[in-house]
C-alpha cells in the first residue's frame, strides 16, 4: 500500500534507538524526509546510518534535549515546517510514590507532558495552514491501565493524552490529526533494562528473566520494533485522515478491557 507521505517532512523525537528509530526508519521507507532527534551526535550519526542502509533515505540529526526549552528551539530551527511530529521520550524510573521525589515529578512532567505539548503547540499551526498534519505521541500501555510501579509515567502521559485529546477537536477540522500509540513489551534496550533489573533483583539469569516477562504478554514474546514503526506510519498517512484522539495498543493482546 501506498502511504501518500513521500515527500513529506516528519521529525521523530527521542529516535536515535528503540521505537523513536522504528518509527524514523518506517517513515524513511515510505518516502518521509526524516529528522532524527537525540542528545548524543555519536550515537544519531550512527542511527542516521543504519537508517540510509535500510532505506536508501539518509535523516537529518538534530542534537538536542526535547525537554529544554533551546532542545526544543534547535528542532524548530532544523524543520520548522514539518508535515509528522513524532513525539518520543524516554520514560521515568518505575517505583512506588514514596521513590519519587518533588524533582522526579518535575523532570516527568518536564520530559513527559510539557515538551511534547510545546512542540505540538508550535508545529500545529502551520500543519492546518497546509491542511495536512499528522502528531503520533509515543506514550505507554500504563496510560490505560497502569501498574503498581509506573505510576509517575502513567500519570503524565495521560495529562498529554488528554491535552491531545482535546486539542485534537479542532485540529482534525484541517487534516491534522493527533493520536497516541501505547506500547507495551518491545524489545528494545528499556526492555533489556527491565530485564537486567529483575535478574539481580530475584538472582535469576537475564534469559529467565525475559523469558518470565514475555510471559506476560498475552502473544507470550515481545513486540518487534519494525512492527511498532510501521504503525506509526500508518497513522501518519494519507488514509489515516480520518483516525484521531485514539490511543492505539501495541501489547500483543495483553490489554483486558474493551475499551
Known amino acids: 500500500m501506498d502511504l501518500g507521505i513521500k515527500g513529506r517532512k516528519a521529525v521523530v523525537c527521542a529516535s536515535s534507538q528503540g521505537l523513536g528509530l522504528a518509527c524514523a526508519t518506517s517513515l524513511a521507507h515510505e ?11 555519536s550515537t544519531l550519526i550512527e542511527a542516521a546510518r543504519q537508517i540510509e ?3 536508501g533515505r539518509r535523516p537529518g540529526i538534530i542534537v538536542a534535549d526535547i525537554a529544554t526549552d533551546a532542545g526544543r528551539a534547535s528542532i524548530l530551527e532544523a524543520c520548522p515546517d514539518a508535515d509528522i511530529l513524532v513525539n518520543n521520550n524516554a520514560g521515568p524510573e518505575p517505583g512506588k510514590i514514596a521513590d519519587w521525589s518533588d524533582q522526579d515529578w518535575r523532570d516527568a512532567v518536564e ?13 500545529v499551526p502551520g500543519m ?3 491542511k495536512f498534519g499528522r502528531i503520533v505521541n509515543i506514550t505507554s500501555a500504563m496510560v490505560k491501565s497502569p ?19 482535546s486539542v485534537q477537536r479542532d485540529s482534525v477540522i484541517d487534516n491534522v490529526t493527533i493520536n497516541n500509540l501505547l506500547p507495551e513489551r518491545f524489545d528494545t534496550d528499556r526492555q533489556r533494562f527491565m530485564a537486567d533489573r529483575m535478574s539481580a533483583r530475584e538472582n535469576i539469569t537475564v534469559e529467565e528473566a525475559r523469558k518470565r516477562i514475555a510471559n506476560t504478554i498475552a502473544a507470550k514474546r515481545f513486540g518487534k520494533p519494525k512492527e511498532f514503526g510501521d504503525a506509526c506510519a500508518y497513522l501518519c498517512s494519507e488514509q489515516a485522515s480520518f483516525i484521531s484522539g485514539q490511543n492505539l495498543q501495541l501489547d500483543g493482546g495483553s490489554y483486558a478491557g474493551l475499551v
Request: aromatic residues 4%.
Open 31 to 41: 518516502g518521509c524526509e526524516v529528522w532524527i532527534n537525540g542528545r548524543t551526535e
Open 53 to 55: 542502509a535500510q532505506t
Open 111 to 123: 520530559g513527559n507532558m510539557l515538551a511534547p505539548i510545546m512542540l505540538i503547540k508550535a508545529y
Open 128 to 130: 492546518r495552514a497546509r
Open 147 to 165: 501498574s503498581a510501579t509506573m505510576g509517575l509515567s502513567a500519570a503524565v502521559r495521560a495529562g498529554l493524552t488528554a491535552l491531545c485529546k
